[in-house]
């Protein structure tokens, strides 16, 4: 093993991310952070004593580059002596069925097939090739959606049977890596245009930064990640306690006692509404929580559409979410 080897299976045993008989999934997409991911692994399995096996979603997004990603993937596969496991998808069609956004569809599919291949195969693990930098870009799109402080917590190292190894390296480890041993790599041009609010991040907020104040970015919102992290936890169990206490706050069926919310601080009701609008499959948004909150304050019988077809309206003593026909009977 080379040297950066040896760090990717140190922080994979000081994090404890992987473990003698596991089956690990890398899902490969054919981009340089998911190849040195690939090549990671295969260096450290003998070591680790763990099966590998490749997943790779194929969007149809690209046309031809699609394709071609899918190809060289496969082609890795067979090089490596792993198993490959290839879907393809109509994401434009399902993006329009579901009315969600194509990167919010093409990770609700990528995910429910990476759990599929689990069920049927063993899977034990899913790893992914997120990196420091994915994680900065990550921190700033929440603040930005102002989703609250618990979405400065980023992506997190694991979650689930989700693993993400990489996630304490940066982007140059990962390009230093496959430029020292020769490996090749497939370029999503589309990741270099600036319409969507993450690459905009990427290519015009984050540089501007870095120019300004130097490579300290990166590092500073990984510690402010872990910190948030380490504060969320407490949260979580914090406010599963509230929920004990209180079973007329039903997150789940979308129906919150108005009393009890108006008696709680103005984090702790802004912390049940978000995982009442989690409950119903909706984005969290700053703007949303604040009004919500202020219908605590109305009269009966008014609402706010929350997105997705779903409305909250207080009625009855309660915070009721549904669907406008449902909120009528």
Not at 113 to 142: I, P, Q, R, S
Not at 170 to 195: A, C, P, Q
Not at 283 to 289: K, T
Request: proline share 3%; charged share 25%; with cysteine.
């Amino acid at each position: 093993m080379n040297p950066f080897e040896k760090r990717f299976l140190e922080n994979l045993r000081r994090q404890e991310l992987v473990t003698s008989g596991d089956a690990v999934l890398l899902a490969i997409s054919g981009g340089p952070d998911s190849m040195a991911l690939l090549h990671l692994f295969i260096a450290v399995m003998p070591v680790l004593g763990c099966r590998l096996a490749i997943a790779h979603c194929n969007f149809g997004l690209r046309g031809e580059a699609s394709e071609g990603d899918e190809q060289f993937v496969l082609n890795a596969a067979r090089e490596s002596g792993l198993t490959c496991h290839v879907r393809q998808f109509d994401t434009l069609a399902e993006a329009k069925t579901s009315k969600r956004s194509i990167e919010e569809t093409a990770r609700s599919l990528r995910y429910s097939f990476f759990g599929e291949l689990c069920h049927e195969y063993g899977y034990t693990l899913v790893a992914t090739g997120h990196h420091a930098g994915d994680n900065a870009e990550t921190l700033l799109f929440n603040l930005f959606r102002g989703t609250g402080m618990t979405g400065l917590r980023g992506i997190r190292s694991v979650n689930g049977n989700i693993i993400r190894p990489l996630l304490s390296f940066s982007r140059v480890d990962v390009l230093d890596y496959l430029e020292g041993r020769s490996l090749g790599w497939r370029v999503d041009h589309t990741n270099h245009e600036t319409v969507h609010d993450r690459n905009f991040i990427r290519h015009r907020v984050i540089p501007a930064i870095e120019e300004r104040f130097g490579a300290k970015l990166s590092p500073a919102l990984q510690r402010l990640s872990e910190q948030v992290g380490e504060f969320d936890e407490f949260v979580q169990c914090h406010i599963a306690r509230l929920l004990r206490m209180h079973p007329m706050l039903d997150i789940t069926g979308g129906r919150l006692h108005v009393v009890t919310l108006q008696r709680l601080t103005t984090f702790e009701r802004k912390e049940l509404l978000k995982r009442a609008l989690m409950a119903q499959g909706v984005s969290v948004d700053g703007r949303v929580l604040k009004r919500l909150d202020d219908l605590l304050e109305r009269q009966p019988g008014r609402s706010v559409p929350v997105g997705r077809g779903i409305t909250v309206i207080k009625k009855e003593g309660f915070l009721v979410f549904g669907r406008g026909d449902e909120l009528m009977n």
